[in-house]
């Protein structure tokens, strides 16, 4: 139960036996100690004004902070978006590349295979007699057809897995740059 004085505190005390020193004496340093709590406590303690204070000094630190990732995060984009831009010319100048070898390379089968093809006619003109070695020879340009046909998608395969190679290895760095930013 809660004590309204001191001398209530003293009262309740002689009446369980003490003496009346003995009661002035325990209420005393009873008082003396809850006093020195007290203190301790308040020690302890903010005021609201001390508290406002602070915290405003905290959200201006997490303004300043987050204007800094800010400009790092706009920094780091514009990093990015020129590396971007400088592996879409070269995947692009490789795609040009592959192209072109393609092109080349189906030029030349083209022209290798009409040139196969007019050989075979003169000869079918001129000795129309030799049936046989004229299905001979069109098995051969059949053969070699297939075999440039094989090599050609052959090539086609090699192409597209050196450009996926090249894509996923510049995807790669850029990963990587991209995290060494991070």
Do not use: P
């Not at 009446?15 to 002035?24: A, I, V």
């Not at 602070?54 to 990015?80: R, T, W």
């Not at 030029?107 to 009409?114: F, M, T, V, Y």
């Amino acid at each position: 139960s809660r004590f309204r004085s001191v001398s209530e505190c003293c009262c309740i005390l002689f009446r369980l036996g003490f003496t009346t020193q003995q009661s002035e004496v325990i209420v005393s340093a009873l008082v003396k100690i809850m006093n020195t709590n007290l203190d301790m406590i308040y020690k302890d303690m903010v005021t609201k004004v001390q508290q406002e204070i602070a915290l405003q000094q905290v959200m201006s630190h997490i303004g300043g902070v987050k204007k800094d990732m800010i400009i790092l995060e706009k920094s780091e984009f514009s990093a990015l978006r020129s590396e971007n831009e400088k592996i879409k010319l070269e995947l692009q100048q490789i795609k040009k590349q592959v192209m072109d070898e393609i092109t080349k390379v189906r030029a030349d089968n083209k022209l290798n295979l009409n040139l196969e093809k007019s050989r075979v006619k003169e000869l079918v003109s001129l000795h129309a007699q030799q049936d046989r070695a004229l299905t001979q020879t069109d098995r051969k340009i059949d053969t070699e057809v297939a075999d440039l046909k094989t090599m050609l998608e052959s090539h086609k395969l090699d192409n597209i897995k050196y450009l996926a190679g090249s894509v996923f290895t510049c995807l790669t760095v850029a990963l990587g740059f991209y995290r060494l930013w991070i």
